[in-house]
């Protein structure tokens, strides 16, 4: 039996002509007590001091019928009393509002008089009334209240001047004690004033938060692409918040296209609240609605519809985040305000090519991704976030789908653009760091890395590829700490990449059990070469087809087809194909440019094999651990040329332990 919801034995509350006692427990219209059952008092006072958020009926049965079994028609029966008693209709609810199957809520707004003890009430009545009024009344009360307390002040002289010594002490203190709760008081009663003018964080309000996908209302139209994008804009602005933790874009993309229950996606996403939405644009009008629910007491934080000009498409994503922050009663710094004002997109039709452009790189179309990304920064070449998503294009073009080498110099150069632009810009510094250890320059992401770690030591994210840095100077137990660290900090950060180190440290089922939940081309290639590593070969082959399936312009998926000729006994045919595929697809990646080792050495290709050890080396990954004990690189053990470079290794990662550790 869940344990009943205690009430306030002491607040004092107003809404509409009403007044709430709920020391002497008693309703008031106009000076006027009204007749309530306790049982329906308690409702009402569980109600109102919700405040308008919805009481569910389960919390109302725990709090009236604690520990006793009731059934839901008594509480619709006392709902009706009260609705009776409030002068409420069915039809019209101006006090008590039904929630279908979920609960109640009052939605008259509830004004605190004063949250103090009744005796204190008693004595000092006059002095202890704060009313939420306009602020001229509220000084006028203050000074009435002042004249007051100078007079008591006075009377008080006056009486103690006739009294003895202890007597005079004892009458002291007791002034002293009374004084001092009622100041206590009217400063509770002016906090919460204030709290009432801007929003203050809650240490029970939600703080973890996923974004999903909005649903098209009208699909067959040409706005198909704002259902992922538009989520993921609002999920960039509230990144801006160090008091939210909200899910990136890559935890929420496989819910678009789709309804989903806000409640298993917070089991699934270890979530508080949910942000649910949709939208249809009807010629040149876009209507957007939107929700936020706290799942775990079924209670709806904020819910909304925005109707703009379409051109006006770049002023939601401000407007919904601005509206989560205060469901979340998060409060928003003038400062904070400010770098969100300055960092808003300026030009609607480069907004509109940024979110098309965000689109097109869900589904790792990078290259339409980049014209649409070039587009956005011609035109408002000030749009950090356009910059930012150019470079990740650029980068992820060149080493996973074929681009060329110079697209990674373009992608350091936009990234750079972005930073310049906004130097606080949310996981710019990450992504920065990430493409500078893929692309030869291992030591200046490490060190970006741990300076973004020194500001936030606890950034998940940081701390994830902090993990690759430690994996790429072959660090391996330090590597395996940092990816744990990360996984403690947010259980679900592995949902877009893999753990890679359990994999090169052996842990074959370790690393199979942290691959990201649900299929991708990725994560069927990883689990592929683990079934490799462990000589499962018909896993392996499975994974591997069904990885070039998904997504046959992806880097990974090809070379899982080199792995699958060795599978097949099909050397010389491999031996053509990757030859194929390293002039057609060049990376500066020095773990991608290891996998290419790796298949040329399963594929007998010995002096292509050692050629490509070299250039992983050369590139950054030097991680000696990892090759010797690779079950994949044993027909390389016999040559000299492989112990040359299993030393040169060793050498590089010798002077990266001493410089770092």
Known sequence: ?????????????????????????????????????????????????????????????????????????????YVSLLR?????????????QTVPRLGYRLVSDVRLIVDCEPSVLVAKHTHTRVVMREEREEVREEDQELAEADATAESAALVSSSLSMPTKLTMIRKWMVVVAVSFICLAAAYLFVERGRKPVPQPNAPRTLAILPFRDLKPEGDSQFLSYSLADAIIHRLGYFNEIVVRPSSYVAKYRGGEADPRAVAQELHVEAVLT???????????????????????????????????????????????????????????????????????????????????????????????????????????????????????????????????????????????????????????????????????????????????????????????????????????????????????????????????????????????????????????????????????????????????PSLLHAKYGRAFLYAIRNQPAEGRRYLKELERANPTADGEMLYKMAQAYATLGDTASALRLLRATIDHGFYCHACFIRDPLMTSLHGERQYVDLLDLAYDRHERFKHQYF
């Not at 205690?6 to 009204?34: Q, T, V, W």
């Not at 520990?67 to 619709?76: A, D, W, Y």
């Not at 002068?87 to 008590?96: F, L, R, S, V």
């Not at 649900?518 to 990885?547: D, K, V, W």
């Open 84 to 96: 009776k008693t409030l002068g409420d209709e069915a039809e019209d609810q101006k006090y008590i």
């Open 277 to 551: 939405g949709n939208y249809i644009r009807e010629n040149n009008r876009l209507r957007v609605s939107a929700e936020l629910i706290d799942v775990h007491r079924a209670e709806v934080l904020w819910r909304d519809t925005l109707e703009v000009p379409y051109g006006q498409l770049l002023t939601v994503q401000d407007r919904v985040a601005e509206n989560v922050v205060r469901g979340l009663r998060v409060q928003m710094l003038p400062q904070l305000a400010s770098r969100l004002k300055e960092t808003a997109p300026r030009n609607a039709l480069a907004y509109e090519y940024f979110l098309r452009g965000r689109d097109f790189g869900t589904p790792n179309d990078y290259r339409f991704s980049i014209q649409m990304l070039e587009k956005s920064v011609e035109l408002d070449p000030n749009y950090a976030p356009a910059w930012m998503e150019l470079g990740s294009a650029y980068v992820a073009y060149a080493s996973w789908q074929g681009g060329e080498a110079a697209f990674t110099e373009k992608g350091r150069a936009a990234f750079s653009k972005a930073l310049e632009l906004d130097p606080q810009l949310p996981d710019a510094h990450v992504l920065m760091a990430v493409q500078m250890m893929e692309h030869g320059e291992l030591e200046k992401g490490l060190l970006t890395l741990r300076e973004e770690l020194r500001i936030d030591p606890n950034e998940p994210m940081a701390h994830w590829w902090l993990t690759e840095a430690y994996l790429y100077g072959g660090m391996l137990e330090e590597s395996i700490a940092e990816g744990e660290r990360a996984l403690n900090l947010d259980p679900l950060i592995n949902g877009g990449s893999t753990f890679n180190s359990y994999l090169h440290a052996g842990d074959y089922e370790k690393f199979l059990s942290t691959l990201p939940v649900g299929e991708s081309a990725r994560t069927s290639f990883y689990r592929g070469l683990c079934f490799f590593y462990m000589q499962n070969n018909s896993r392996a082959a499975t994974e591997f087809e069904s990885a070039y399936s998904l997504d």
């Open 1 to 77: 039996m869940k344990a009943a919801i205690p009430l306030s034995p002491k607040g004092l509350y107003e809404f509409g002509p009403f007044r709430l006692d709920c020391a002497k427990h008693l309703l008031l219209k106009d000076s006027e007590s009204l007749p309530l059952t306790p049982k329906a008092f308690e409702i009402l006072a569980l109600l109102v001091e919700k405040r308008g958020a919805l009481v569910t009926k389960g919390e109302l049965l725990n709090a009236v019928w604690p520990n006793t079994f009731v059934e839901e028609n008594n509480l619709t029966q």
